[in-house]
């Protein structure tokens, strides 16, 4: 038995350890063991295959393994060396919800509503937002207690509206309107044949949404018994909404991603609240009863889509996840949110934590937050002191998953270019209550090309563009790869939250003179070819077995020269044979997954 298992060891550790690959080698051992010998060593491989599986993946039993087994059999990316096709695995960053917005996750579009502004009634100036919102009442679902509402403020009885801006990313056909309560709607904008086709239920057909837009009113609510829980439904999915709430489309359009960063579904940046000013001396922080909730009116708060919507992506889908931890949330908060995503989340999908986003980016609440609270009232320096806001954020996880922390990776945001600040956060920090640091990899326009291009104005063209952001790829690699030897000092893993192209002006926010050439390279070919040649330096980063992650910035989203054109795919429905979409494809192209 004994010489038995030596073979097997020998054979397990040349076809499992490390390449899971059968070689020459391996063929010769197994020609000089009996047919006993390979029965024996069969199940012994078997086993060693369902432990290494377990281990990775903690499925409960050898007969869950077995589809894990063959899929590592068949993988040529499982290998010690990993082959250059390998190095890389790329998710995506979701956009956030907007009324605005073009990626459309849900089919129920009451979720991406504009949150609710007011309408005087009789008015005969008639403004198309009386603003007085704020002065009406409303139920913990946000729909109003009543309708029409009184107020000392105005002498005009008051409705609430909502509105579809810009309805590019819904598909046509013929829609569905429910509600509960007593009351009504009214609806307006580029749809007809609206009809009221039963009690609490309305239908119109939207044939041409592209370049449309919809308004929302409700015209009465009931104090006993108000209107809520609307539901505008996309065509065909009335009797299935409630099952399958995420647009088919959408679905289509993701299915080769198999990471995704919920940043902006959270509405991380500035969550919750925008920072008063002047600074109260006491901090407001958030307890779990006030996050996101499924039965919210709209999902564009500033809290974001409830986390009950992120858990169900990811088990329905068979996805691992990246959350990001309100700045402002409560200890209890934090608790709770650990416990809920460990308790709901399916075993075998892993999900990356992190603390915020950029809270080194001053444009955003959550750092002039911990500037305040943690650094100027603490007397401490920045970024010394937003440490402990990390730090327990970090622990208050460690802890929830106390036993299970394989199943998640703790990731600490650093600034690329500025390596003194990762690195002053990020060793002030318990060394085991993290896993990873995680920096950016985006290329872009040095502040000497977006001069040069400024000079050439409307004659510069996207191959000006292009030579530029070529140009600039040495001097951006250099970040990376001093960010890297940091996560080799502190013995931690190297992802990255966001990245790709950055070609935006200087100072962002301002229509450049060289416009027209930002827009035009979002489409030209070479684009394609910028992506490549950047995935390939950053491929010399990977080492072993594990790919690089890389969480592509960001996936639906329209052009735009001033604020950035951040989408891989500029519209869900994008035929890519009439609007090329080459960072889409060269995203594609580059994956591992």
Request: charged share 20%.
């Amino acid at each position: 038995m004994a010489n038995k298992f030596h073979h097997c060891v020998e054979y397990v550790n040349i076809i499992l350890v490390p390449t899971m690959v059968m070689t020459i080698s391996a063929i010769k051992t197994i020609l000089f063991l009996t047919l006993f010998d390979l029965a024996f060593c069969c199940v012994f491989f078997l086993s060693s295959v369902a432990a290494e599986v377990k281990t990775s993946s903690k499925v409960e039993s050898f007969e869950d393994s077995l589809p894990s087994i063959l899929s590592l059999l068949r993988d040529p990316c499982n290998k010690t060396i990993l082959p250059e096709k390998c190095k890389l695995r790329i998710g995506t960053n979701l956009a956030g919800v907007s009324d605005w917005g073009t990626e459309i996750p849900f089919v129920n579009l009451m979720r991406v509503a504009r949150q609710w502004y007011t309408k005087s009634v009789g008015d005969p100036n008639y403004p198309w937002n009386s603003e007085f919102a704020g002065h009406l009442s409303f139920r913990k679902d946000g729909y109003p207690t009543h309708i029409p509402q009184d107020i000392s403020e105005s002498s005009y009885p008051q409705h609430v509206a909502t509105i579809w801006a810009i309805t590019d990313g819904w598909p046509p056909g013929d829609y569905t309107v429910l509600w509960d309560g007593s009351g009504t709607l009214e609806f307006t904008g580029s749809l007809s044949n609206v009809q009221n086709t039963g009690p609490n239920r309305i239908a119109f057909t939207y044939t041409h949404p592209v370049g449309g837009s919809v308004e929302m009113r409700i015209t009465s609510s009931a104090m006993h018994d108000p209107v809520h829980n609307i539901r505008v439904l996309m065509p065909g999915t009335e009797d299935t909404y409630q099952t399958q709430p995420f647009y088919s489309l959408w679905l289509k359009r993701i299915a080769p991603f198999t990471t995704f960063r919920f940043m902006d579904w959270g509405q991380t940046n500035n969550w919750g609240e925008r920072l008063a000013f002047p600074r109260p001396a006491d901090p407001h922080v958030f307890g779990w009863n006030e996050r996101s909730q499924m039965n919210n009116y709209t999902w564009t708060t500033p809290k974001g889509i409830p986390y009950e919507m992120m858990v169900q992506l990811m088990n329905d889908r068979d996805v691992n996840g990246w959350v990001c931890v309100p700045h402002n949330a409560s200890n209890e908060y934090v608790a709770n949110m650990a416990a809920f995503f460990r308790d709901n989340l399916e075993p075998g999908r892993h999900l990356y934590v992190e603390f915020s986003n950029e809270v080194w980016n001053w444009m955003f609440d959550q750092t002039q937050f911990l500037n305040e609270y943690g650094c100027i009232q603490q007397g401490k320096s920045w970024p010394e002191g937003i440490v402990p806001y990390i730090q327990n954020c970090m622990n208050i996880w460690t802890a929830a998953y106390d036993g299970q922390l394989y199943r998640i990776t703790r990731v600490v945001g650093t600034q690329l270019s500025w390596l003194d600040v990762s690195r002053r956060i990020a060793t002030n920090l318990t060394p085991d209550s993290f896993d990873a640091i995680s920096p950016t990899y985006y290329f872009g326009l040095s502040a000497e090309a977006d001069s040069v291009l400024d000079g050439l104005g409307a004659s510069a063209t996207s191959a000006d563009i292009a030579t530029f952001a070529r140009a600039g790829m040495a001097a951006s690699f250099s970040y990376l790869q001093q960010t890297k030897t940091l996560a080799e000092e502190l013995q931690k893993k190297l992802v990255f939250y966001e990245g790709g192209q950055h070609l935006t002006p200087n100072p962002f926010g301002e229509e450049p003179t060289y416009a027209q050439a930002l827009l035009d390279i979002q489409r030209d070919p070479d684009m394609y070819n910028l992506y490549t040649e950047w995935f390939t330096m950053i491929r010399t980063l990977q080492e072993g077995r594990e790919p690089l992650l890389l969480m592509n910035f960001s996936f639906v989203g329209g052009r735009s020269a001033r604020y950035g054109s951040w989408g891989i795919l500029e519209t869900m429905d994008q035929d890519l044979s009439v609007i090329p979409a080459p960072k889409y494809q060269a995203v594609i192209d580059n994956m591992r997954n």
